[in-house]
C-alpha cells in the first residue's frame, strides 16, 4: 500500500519535478502547475483524493441548469479520470484513487486528466462565471 511518503514522492515528480508543492498540513498538498491550476492531494486511506475547485455556481436558475447540464455531459464524454461534482457553494473536479496498489503511473495519469479538462473546460463554462 502505497504511504504518506510514497504520495509526497509521487507528488515531487509531477511536471518532471516543476509543479510548485506547498504541504498545507500532514497529508495535505496543494499543487500548483505550470499552467496555473491549483490542485489539492489529500492522503486519506485507503484513498488518494484529488480535487480542484472550478468555479461558484451562477445564481440563476435557468444559468444552473445549463451549467448542471454541460457538466454531466462533460462526466459522460470527456472524462476518463474524475467527474465534476458539487461542493458547498462550489463545482470541484476530483478523483479518488485506491492506495492498495497505486503506481505513479496511474497517480500521473490521473493528475494529467484533471488539469487537461480542466483547461479545455474552462471555455466552455465561461459563460456560467458569476464572480
Do not use: C
Not at 500500500?1 to 500532514?26: K, P
Not at 496555473?36 to 455556481?57: D, F, H, K, Q
Not at 454531466?72 to 476530483?94: C, K, M, P, Q
Amino acid at each position: 500500500m502505497v504511504t504518506e511518503e510514497d504520495l509526497q514522492a509521487f507528488i515531487d515528480r509531477l511536471e518532471g519535478g516543476s509543479a510548485d508543492v506547498r504541504e498545507l498540513e500532514s497529508g495535505l498538498w496543494l499543487v500548483r502547475t505550470s499552467q496555473g491550476a491549483e490542485v489539492v492531494v489529500s492522503y486519506s486511506p485507503p484513498v488518494a483524493i484529488l480535487r480542484v475547485r472550478v468555479m461558484e455556481p451562477p445564481a440563476s436558475t435557468d444559468k444552473r441548469g445549463g451549467l448542471f447540464r454541460q457538466l454531466l455531459e462533460f462526466n459522460a464524454r470527456d472524462l476518463i479520470h474524475g467527474s465534476y461534482g458539487l461542493e458547498g457553494d462550489h463545482v470541484v473536479l476530483t478523483d479518488a484513487l485506491e492506495l492498495e496498489n497505486l503506481d505513479y503511473s496511474e497517480f500521473e495519469a490521473s493528475f494529467d486528466s484533471l488539469t487537461l479538462a480542466l483547461s479545455s473546460h474552462l471555455s466552455a463554462l465561461a459563460p456560467y462565471r458569476e464572480r
